[in-house]
Structures are given as C-alpha cells and as structure tokens.
Nanobody, 120 residues
C-alpha cells in the first residue's frame, strides 16, 4: 500500500495551491483521509479530514479558505487551498485510515510531506 502526495510549491500570499494524495494497493475500505501540516518548530496539526460518508472537518484557521474533496473512487483526496497566508507555510502530510485486505485491524499510513511556502 502506498500513499503518494503531490502539489506543494511556492506561492504569494493570497494565491492558491491544490494538493493531491492517492492511496493505492490492496485496500478493502477507507475510513478517512486527511491532511496535516507541520511548520518549523511546531507540532503537527490537523488541517482537514474527509470520512467515508463524506463528512468533513477543518481546522479553525483554514475554514472558509481550504476545501477537502475526493474522487469518485474515494482513494484520492484533494486539498484546495485559497487565500493562502504566510502562516500556512509548512510541510503538508497526507494521512489515510483504511482496512487492508487480509488484515482484521485498521491501518494508518502517512504520505511523504510536501512543502507549501507562502511568501508575503
């Protein structure tokens, strides 16, 4: 099973970026996928999450600016980030909570971080 993230980069304040994350492999079901971020010197924090039934949850700091969504297959999630601010600068990590074929307990997988830099 692999979790591949992409889409980071450098953008000016007020700009937009879209992150993508694909979960691939022998997956039986996905309970939730989400995005976390970690800025230098800070702890990793939840940015947004989307559950199997389509429910979403956002950090207060990104509400109204970021939108999490997924494709029809449900194994790729997107994070549309608008009105970016310098304080959004961080490594963004994709996370998946899923059931693997042949296993009876859920698995958690982290993708590699993708750097988002917002210049003022």
């Amino acid at each position: 099973v692999q979790l591949q993230a992409s889409g980071g980069g450098l953008v000016q304040a007020g700009g937009s970026l879209r992150l993508s994350c694909e979960l691939s492999g022998r997956i039986r079901s996905i309970a939730a996928m989400g995005w976390y971020r970690q800025a230098p010197g800070k702890e990793r924090e939840l940015v947004a999450i989307i559950t199997r039934d389509g429910g979403t949850n956002y950090a207060e700091s990104v509400k109204g600016r970021f939108t999490i969504s997924r494709d029809n297959a449900g194994n790729t999630v997107f994070l549309q980030m608008n009105s970016l601010k310098p304080e959004d600068t961080a490594y963004y990590y994709c996370n998946a909570d899923f059931m693997h074929y042949g296993r009876s307990s859920p698995s958690i997988r982290w993708g590699q971080g993708t750097l988002v830099t917002v210049s003022s």
